[in-house]
């Protein structure tokens, strides 16, 4: 008899990767169009005004094609996300250039292209304003009487009072900017009327967020609405809510039409007028004792979350609960608001808002040091939250503190003491040394940070996530999540899960790609995959076993003979299955008002080392090599791990020194892949991820998030490397030459 | 709304001779030659090309791609001392050239940093001369050159300096019935020269650059700069020649005090702008930075 090796810790092959290598993966563009109808969006022109109507011109011969406008909308006009207040297609107002005002389908593009160009959009202007100060001034009126989609506090012992007698209170102002998500397939939906409902299929992450909404704006019950995600090219959060509206105006056209509408985005489109990181700016005051023990930490954060609220009000509270990043300190204060202004509404973005909390303190904190003239470890050291530390939530952290751990061995990993010491030591030389070398300067930095893993405080109880196994009559088992394949390898994650608790070999477990009929809603979002949904299904595949067996009458630890059982009282009529939803463990204590208690079940504490060289002639930075140290609980699938862990640290280096949204009047100008600069294989360093496993004990396998993390640390640890190579403390990312030649050279001149 | 090729007329002549009589047959009806396609696939798919239809260059590479040592102009002005380069021969194929890396390697680091390996492979050395983008890697390269380019049409074939043949931003001096069919390289005796080439751009490949400084310094035998070249790209509306600092520093020892000069001299020469890949400020403070280290003596490679 043979037993089964655990399905956890193996690069198990991805289930798709074959049909991706070989192109046979069908993205929606690839489907078989079977007479779908085209569809294009008409869009105001200005980015805030009142919006007088649309007029169609009465040359164009309108009996040619369906136009939809928000009188047309048999339910409610909204893209139900968190706040509601945003309308489907634009009725009275104009809050962004952009804006979708009308929708128009053809049966062919020629005709579509005609017909958009037939149309004009009447508006009369408003001011408009894009600052986060203006709109805090409310210069003029977006939401509410004071443009403020939400602010959270949060309050632990009493910072103002600590900074008032700490010995050091030092002050910062960070920046960060807009980010573009560039997954590799652009927006895009199909909606066909069925006869007397909709089935929606589409690139996106949350197929129950269109259930939903498609029912609310049709005003049809939710059975009616059919939700089929497609295999999606990238997401990053950009296919979360985003999809919400998209689908929506495909499923208007489906239900006016009475046929079958495709409603794709091309690449400009999807970067002018889909959502972006949210910009922030952040001050930090923070109090400190002579010998650089914190005292008092007071944090102001504005988020830009554009024209609607989307997921603003989540965003702002992870973005407050990672404020004070991975310190310890008993007097905090936190004050996070975010903003409307008429750019395009901003949106879930892989971190969600977490990236710009964590950039702002980390490369607060190194400017600290210098002025307490300390050594940015050591203060790091001193201040690193340790066992039964607490967070700003006054969470205690317990065993979960890896922060000092993943510390040390990034450090250790990239040799970071003698290689700091080695380029301070060739930053003194350069004036002496012939050709192009003279110019360089290099410098190591680092940024020592944490991500809650699931969703913030009491979210995660209200999702009510929930997975199912089912057995099937050749005794394999289906496992059904609506985790969507968005390429992150969720598919393959699944099945080696439920394998785990089932206890029988990857192969047994069939995994689908979700449709919300069958499906029980679980996300996927927020880097719980591998946790959250992966510990219900190792629950789940428990329950299952213990089931089989009970019915069997015995053990069954070969992996065979269960086999063989499940297909025979399957075939014998019993109906193998098996349910689990989450609920949150008991312990677990979250106050939404004050934004105090256990805001997650685990955090995952990472260190991420930089080190880049600056040829101060051009002010180009050059990152030369990156370590990113974590403590993920359990690594599920080591090939993903690395995966997420290399392209999260690309996509963090882009976020700190290239990517720059150029906007104009609240426009993106830049909006192509020419101009909009990711990062290319070229432009990337060699990047050394290295995985700690201290497991948490709120998940039966102990994994934590790692989706979002990655993408966290190289922001600070490049302004930190950056302070190191050139002396000069940068406030902004991203910081590109632009930026840092002008800083080098008015440095030198002082 | 994007468009694809499959929506343009298409002409495939089947040699030099057939494209020739068609672009005079054809002369000011708005057709446009189509060679590598990796400006022009972007214009068609922007909706921003202007052509009635496309004149597909792809069976000419027989007669007008490589590179030729002993290339003569074809209306025999010059006998000998030109390299030739036919104008269908693409980046990699000037990347891969043992001839031109020992003319001059300047050729290839331009090549090697214009878009990706995919657009080298397509892209072509005449295509990139006749769409003329202020920002074009290789194009300072052929000024620095003092490079010839020939244009044929059914009746003639005349041979124009390169510098000359860039008009205003984006437009040249070919008329609408030629074929520009060569780009021309004069070799000469070169004393010791010192080269430099550096594209500053947002990112390593695939993105149009902030600006391109190339730089052929030759050295006499007291050290001094004889027949200096500064080219840049995206320093103004179109590829040029520093001409003023050029001449104001010739004769002279490179030092850290004629760097200086020559940035100050930049300064007043270049005439960059914002736009949306960087600034003017930047722009002007990496020319100066660049020129200035080069002319100091501390920057680019000896060539000789």
Known sequence: ?750 | MPTNISDHHVFTPRDVTEALQFMALHRDEGWRPLAGGSEVMAQIYGNRAAATGWINLAQLRDQLAGIHEDGTHEDGIHDDGWVRIGALTTLTELRRSAVLQAICPLIRRAAAVTGGVQRQNRATVGGRIVSASPAGETLPVWLALDAEVELSSRDATRCVAYRQFLQEPRQTAIAPDELLTAIMIPIRDRPRQRLLFRKVASRAAGAIGKMVFTAIAGLDAAGHYRDLRLAFGGMGPRPLRACEAEQLLEGHAPSDALGAQAADQLSAELTPIDDLRSTADYRLRTARNLAGAFIAGHIGEQHS
């Open chain 1, 1 to 750: 008899m043979k037993t089964t090796e655990s399905a956890l810790g193996n690069s198990v092959p991805r289930r798709e990767g074959a049909a991706k290598l070989r192109g046979d993966a069908q993205f929606l563009d690839d489907l078989p169009r079977d007479g779908a109808w085209f569809a294009g969006t008409v869009r105001a022109n200005v980015p805030h005004a009142r919006l007088l109507g649309v007029r169609p011109d009465t040359r164009f011969d309108w009996d040619r094609v369906v136009l939809v406008t928000a009188a047309d909308i048999p339910g409610e006009n909204v893209v139900p996300v968190v706040l509601r207040d945003q309308p489907s297609l634009a009725e009275g107002f104009i809050r962004y250039h952009g804006q979708p005002v009308a929708l128009v389908a053809a049966p062919d593009k020629e005709t579509l292209a005609l017909a958009l160009e037939s149309i004009s959009v009447l508006t009369s202007p408003l001011e408009p304003v894009f600052d986060i100060d203006d709109a805090l001034a409310a210069k003029t009126s977006i939401f509410g009487e004071d443009n403020v989609f939400r602010t959270v506090e949060i309050n632990k012992g009493d910072a103002n009072a600590a900074l008032q007698t700490a010995d050091v209170v030092i002050e910062g102002e960070h920046h960060t900017g807009a980010q573009e998500h560039a997954y590799l397939e652009p927006q895009g939906m199909q909606a066909e009327w069925n006869g007397d409902g909709i089935t929606i299929r589409g690139s996106m992450q949350c197929p129950y967020y269109l259930v939903k909404a498609v029912a609310e704006l049709l005003d049809l019950p939710q059975e009616k609405i059919l939700v089929i995600p497609n295999l999606t090219g990238g997401a990053f959060g950009g296919k979360d809510d985003f999809p919400t509206m998209l689908g929506g105006h495909a499923a208007l056209l489906a239900w006016k039409t009475r046929k079958t509408v495709r409603l794709i985005y091309e690449r400009g489109e999807d970067m002018r007028f889909t959502s972006k990181r949210h910009p922030a700016r952040i001050r930090h005051r923070t109090g400190f004792t002579h010998d650089g023990r914190l005292v008092g930490m007071q944090v102001e954060m504005v988020l830009n979350g554009g024209a609607y609220g989307t997921m603003s009000p989540l965003v702002i509270s992870r973005a407050a609960i990672h404020a004070a990043g991975p310190y310890q300190c008993d007097n905090i204060h936190i004050s996070a608001r975010v903003v409307a202004t008429n750019h395009p509404p901003s949106g879930a973005f892989r971190g969600f808002g977490a990236p710009q909390a964590l950039f702002a303190v980390d490369a607060h904190l190194d400017y600290c040091a210098s002025k307490l003239g300390m050594d940015p470890l050591e203060l790091r050291r001193k201040n690193l939250i340790r066992r039964n530390g607490t967070l700003a939530t006054g969470q205690n952290v317990g065993d979960d503190a890896s922060a000092g751990e993943v510390l040390e061995r990034a450090l250790r990993e990239s040799d970071f003491i003698t290689r700091r010491e080695a380029y301070a030591e060739f930053n003194r030389e350069a004036d002496s040394r012939r050709g192009a070398d003279r110019f360089l300067r290099r410098g190591i930095g680092l940024s020592l940070f944490m991500h809650g893993t699931g969703l913030s405080g009491y979210e995660e109880v209200f999702f009510h996530s929930g997975v199912a196994l089912h057995g099937n009559a050749d005794g394999s088992i289906t496992a059904l999540t609506s985790q969507v394949e968005v390429g992150q390898g969720t598919r393959t994650i699944v099945a080696q899960l439920a394998a785990e608790g089932l206890g029988v070999p990857v192969e047994y477990v069939l995994t689908e790609q979700p449709d919300t009929n069958q499906h029980p809603d679980s996300g996927p979002m927020a880097s719980r995959t591998a946790t959250i949904i992966g510990g219900l299904l190792i629950t789940a595949g428990k329950r299952f076993r213990e089931d089989v067996e009970r019915r069997q009458g015995s053990l069954l630890p070969d992996p065979l003979v269960f086999r063989a059982t499940v297909a025979k009282l399957v075939a014998s009529g019993e109906r193998l299955e098996v349910r689990e939803h989450y609920s949150p463990p008991p312990e677990m204590r979250w106050d939404e008002e004050k934004h105090q208690g256990d805001a997650y079940p685990a955090y995952t504490w990472s260190c991420c080392v930089a080190a880049l060289e600056v040829d101060t002639l051009t002010g180009e930075a050059v990152v030369l090599d990156v370590t990113a140290v974590q403590d993920v609980g359990k690594v599920v699938n080591p090939m993903f791990a690395a995966g997420q862990v290399q392209g999260g640290v690309a996509q963090g280096l882009g976020w700190a020194l290239l990517e720059n949204v150029v906007w104009k009047n609240g426009v993106m100008q830049n909006a192509n892949l020419a101009d909009y600069s990711i990062p290319t294989a070229m432009d990337l360093p060699p990047i050394h991820a290295v995985f700690l496993e201290h497991p948490q004990h709120r998940a039966p396998h102990g994994a934590k998030g790692l989706g979002e993390l990655p993408m966290e640390g190289p922001a600070p640890a490049v302004v930190n490397a950056l302070r190191s190579a050139l002396g000069i403390h940068f406030r902004r990312v991203p910081v590109t030459p632009e930026i840092i030649l002008p800083a080098w050279e008015a440095r030198n001149l002082e």
